[in-house]
């Protein structure tokens, strides 16, 4: 333990004494770490936990240093290596829990669940004897009881609507693929849509898959959408930039002080370097989103449509600990094509960073574009000419402000307490058989469903037996997009996630802009100066 702590204290002191530029060495700095551990360990009042306290310690340190520099404790870490390898080992659903029970929503193709024959609608009353049900049941027993090694077996009880006792299934454990992509579907003729929610080890493989099919139905354009996307591994936001640019175009490059400038360029593997492009941005758009938006736009390769995106240009690198813990370190920036960090400031402490989105929320900028200053030292040109900037996120080329009206506080009750989603999985699975009889695709969904006003009523009833007491006017500003919502969802239950989306998109004025630039070449070419 004492030589795990000491190597451990030499490395974090190590990145502290270079990043704050102390006089202590780190050995130094290590013996003295080492001393007080000692110290509280021979002689504190009470009982302490040295593993607690070096934890942390480690935490305090790395928060000194930057908002993106952290500890992952060794249960942390698989989960996030999880997310990012894009797998976890389980059953295969996708679920909900509903009245205390847990509710599959889909079984996952090609997974035991379906496999085994599970559908939408079963609900899972028991896991290897152990009941499932009842108010203990919550996201954290599912994933503690359903996922497990590949290859060992559970048992799950299954209640299906129609039957008076539940079935058991015997299911054996496999690999369960965490999908990067949201939606995937053609938007207009010729123009497709492709929604990415992170940049994962397996995202490249699935945007491809989905760029074939498109293309097998009339591709020739595409919307990629990276709104809300946070990011995740740089070499897949490399592969998917190196998508649409020319071989040897520079995409991003990084450096640091202990980091030499290294340049990634692209390849001659782009299969879209000639269709028209726009992305999608905004404010939950981090990271590898913004490497990928600041190539298109610093090459004036596509139009980039919505508003200012996070701002994070921090590189990450993992390094592991003794324990089977890891911290995930700064050590470098990165810079779009025309030389801009878009890093935006942290000098004011991690509180003030995680802020600043409610302060531009605040300062007006969401629904005015003049509300954003940058000064002229921020200043950059793209290949064509055009003015971007730098320094805190890439500004869009066209703005799409956020229209909040509907989004009252009402819609966040009825959303946050999930009774949208109780109202729609009552309704789904009481009439799923009719509903896909009727729209047995989500075409003839589209075109021929529409959530009844009653729903309105039904949801006004709800929030009042929950606490939430109606204000008419709220009620009477949040209807249109309450009953959008409700469409969608029953879409999602009836189909899949990008079926939500296929619904959910046709007002959005972002992708409305974006199918109207794309339809235009004429405006494109107005836009990028060419």
Not at 113 to 125: C, H, M, P, Q
Not at 182 to 192: K, L, R, S, V
Not at 460 to 481: C, F, Q, T
Request: charged share 25%; aromatic share 8%; proline share 4%.
């Amino acid at each position: 333990m004492r030589k795990a702590l000491f190597t451990l204290s030499l490395l974090l002191l190590a990145a502290v004494h270079a990043a704050l530029g102390q006089d202590m060495t780190p050995r130094q700095a290590g013996d003295k770490l080492s001393a007080l551990l000692s110290y509280i360990e021979m002689t504190y009042v009470d009982t302490a936990s040295i593993d607690r306290l070096t934890e942390t310690a480690i935490v305090g340190m790395l928060e000194a240093l930057d908002p993106h520099s952290f500890y992952l404790s060794q249960e942390d870490l698989k989960d996030a290596n999880e997310e990012l390898s894009g797998n976890f080992e389980g059953i295969g659903v996708q679920f909900q829990i509903w009245h205390d029970t847990i509710l599959i929503i889909s079984a996952i193709t090609g997974g035991p669940s379906e496999k085994a024959g599970l559908i939408a609608g079963d609900r899972i009353v028991s896991i290897d004897g152990v009941e499932a049900t009842g108010r203990h049941v919550d996201n954290e027993f599912v994933f503690k009881h359903l996922r497990g090694p590949k290859g060992s077996k559970v048992r799950v009880g299954i209640l299906r609507k129609g039957r008076s006792n539940p079935t058991e299934y015997t299911l054996i454990r496999d690999n369960i693929p965490i999908t990067s992509l949201d939606a995937a579907f053609m938007a207009a003729p010729a123009i497709g849509y492709i929604k990415l929610n992170r940049f994962a080890q397996n995202t490249m493989a699935e945007y491809q898959d989905a760029v074939r099919q498109l293309k097998r139905e009339g591709l020739q354009k595409i919307i990629l959408d990276l709104r809300g996307n946070s990011g995740g591994y740089l070499f897949a936001a490399v592969e998917l930039a190196d998508q649409f640019l020319a071989p040897g175009r520079l995409i991003v490059y990084t450096e640091g002080i202990n980091s030499p400038r290294q340049e990634m360029e692209a390849t001659w593997l782009g299969s879209f370097e000639k269709g028209e492009v726009c992305v999608l941005i905004d404010e939950g758009s981090a990271s590898a989103s913004e490497i990928v938006a600041g190539a298109v736009q610093d090459w004036d390769r596509g139009v980039v449509i919505g508003r200012r995106s996070f701002g994070k240009g921090l590189v990450q690198k993992q390094f592991p600990l003794t324990d089977g813990s890891a911290i995930r370190l700064t050590t470098a920036r990165y810079f779009t094509p025309s030389g801009r960090c878009i890093q935006k400031p942290y000098e004011a402490g991690s509180d003030e960073y995680m802020m600043e989105l409610v302060s531009r929320y605040e300062h007006g900028e969401y629904v005015n574009a003049d509300s954003i200053q940058f000064p002229d030292s921020l200043k950059y040109s793209t290949r064509g000419g055009r003015t971007v900037y730098g320094g805190g996120g890439i500004m869009p080329d066209l703005f799409i402000p956020w229209d909040s009206t509907a989004y009252t506080e009402l819609y966040a009750d009825l959303a946050g307490e999930g009774l949208m989603n109780d109202l729609v999985l009552a309704y789904t699975e009481q009439h799923r058989k009719e509903l896909l009889s009727h729209h047995p695709d989500i075409g003839a969904y589209i075109q021929g469903f529409q959530a009844p006003h009653s729903w309105i009523d039904e949801l006004k009833a709800m929030a009042e037996e929950n606490g939430h007491p109606v204000d008419p006017a709220e009620l009477g500003r949040s209807s249109e997009l309450i009953l959008l919502q409700l469409k969608a969802l029953v879409a999602r239950n009836l189909f899949d996630v990008s079926a939500y989306f296929q619904v959910i998109l046709k007002t959005d004025p972002a992708m409305l802009k974006a199918v109207e630039v794309l339809s235009d070449s004429r405006m494109q070419r107005e836009i990028l100066g060419k």
